[in-house]
Every structure is written in C-alpha cells, then in structure tokens.
C-alpha cells in the first residue's frame, strides 16, 4: 500500500483552513473542552488546534467541531474534525465523534516526532492521547483506531531501540498494540488502569504518573 503526499495546492488550502479555524479558538466551545481534558494553551498553539464557529466555503458540515490538524514538514496534510458536544455520539443516527474530509486517507498524527533524536517513542490511539502524552514529556504518534494502523506505518518505527504502544485499558484497546506488535519484535505495550486512557490517566494521576507508566 502506498500513500501520494496532498498536493501543494492542497497543503495551502489545508494551512489556510488550520490558521482560519485556530484563529477562532480563544473564547470558543472548543477552548472549553480542551481545558476539561487537560491541555493547555501552549499544547493547543503547537498543535495549531482550532474551532469551526465561521466555516470555510464548502466546510459548513464542519460547524462547532474541533479542528485537529496534521502537520509535517510541508504543512497541514489533513484535518480532522471531532465533535465537543456534551452527549454520545454513538446514539444519534447518522452521526459521528471524528470526520475526515472526503478522500483523505488514515495518516500519523504529530508525525514531526519522528524527526527528533530520540531511541524510544511512545504511540497512542487517537489524536487526544497523542496531545497528552507530548504535553506530559512523551515523544509520541497516533493514529486514529487500530484499524487505521497501516503496514506502512512500520517503516516508519524502524530504527528506534524500543516503541511502547500506551494501550486504553480495555481489551479493544490492545487491539492497536496487538497490531504493531506482530510486525515489530522491539514493540512494546502499557496499558492503562482499566477503563482509562491515555487523557483520563493523565487528568486523574498527573505527568509524572503517566511518565511512570509509559516508562519514560
């Protein structure tokens, strides 16, 4: 399987959209629900976080979501959007908790991790957890499910002394873990207390905690 990189036209409008919607961040629903996870402002600017409240032409489906932009070297290759609402969105009929745009594929998140000169890193399912672990002094990827691990991905993990999978404390979330181990013998999994995840461990136990259990 292989990827083609976003267009550069593409990149651009992508960087126009991140800096768009960070910049309607402050003061928003989205600033809100970051501070309830546990991330800060100086996370949310380096991860150029941001909020839908007045959508680009053609992104009106994206109104009152988080923006969670993708970025590498070249700039925001993909956005994706997650729900903030106060409810569950597995009981509302057609709806969903992330939307990627259409023909975007599955992609690391904070994928510029891989740049730095470090032996060890830590990967994370999902986006949030991603954001936490870095916040907390772990250099970590994510991708967004077990399902969206893909097998090129483990070219990318090559080359490190040891990779921990910090696994949600529940038998779905060993899945991912499960899926990086069987391909990478220097893999390794923590998994969190049960019913907790990366974010949840991190509210509840604090930086030093996590670091402690994600042995780093």
């Known amino acids: 399987m292989t990827f083609s ?22 003061g928003s629903p989205a600033a809100e629900y970051l501070k309830k996870r546990g991330l800060s402002p100086d996370s949310a600017r380096s991860f150029r976080l941001g909020y839908v409240a007045n959508p680009l032409s053609g992104h009106e489906r994206y109104a009152g979501l988080l923006a969670i932009p ?11 959007y997650r729900c903030i609402a106060d409810h569950d969105c597995k009981t509302i009929e057609k709806h969903t908790k ?9 992609k690391v998140f904070n994928i510029l991790t891989l740049t730095l000169p470090v032996n060890r890193i830590a990967v994370c399912e999902g986006e949030i957890d991603t954001m936490t672990a870095w916040q907390a002094g772990i250099p970590a990827i994510g991708v967004a499910g077990a399902q969206n691990w893909k097998p090129i991905f ?3 993990i090559r080359g490190y002394s040891e990779v921990v999978t910090l696994a949600d404390g529940d038998e779905a979330g060993l899945k991912l873990a499960d ?9 390794t ?13 991190y509210r509840e136990s604090g930086a030093s905690a996590l670091l402690e259990m994600a042995g780093f």
């Open 154 to 156: 483990n070219r990318l």
């Open 189 to 201: 999994t923590r998994q969190m207390p049960t019913g907790a995840d990366v974010n949840d461990y």
């Open 98 to 106: 992330y939307t990627r745009e259409p023909g975007d594929d599955a």
């Open 5 to 26: 990189p976003p267009s550069k036209q593409r990149i651009a409008y992508l960087d126009q959209a991140a800096a768009t919607y960070q910049n309607q961040l402050d």
């Open 179 to 187: 899926t990086i181990r069987e391909k990478n013998e220097h893999a």
């Open 70 to 80: 993708y970025l590498n070297r070249q700039g925001t290759v993909a956005i994706r």
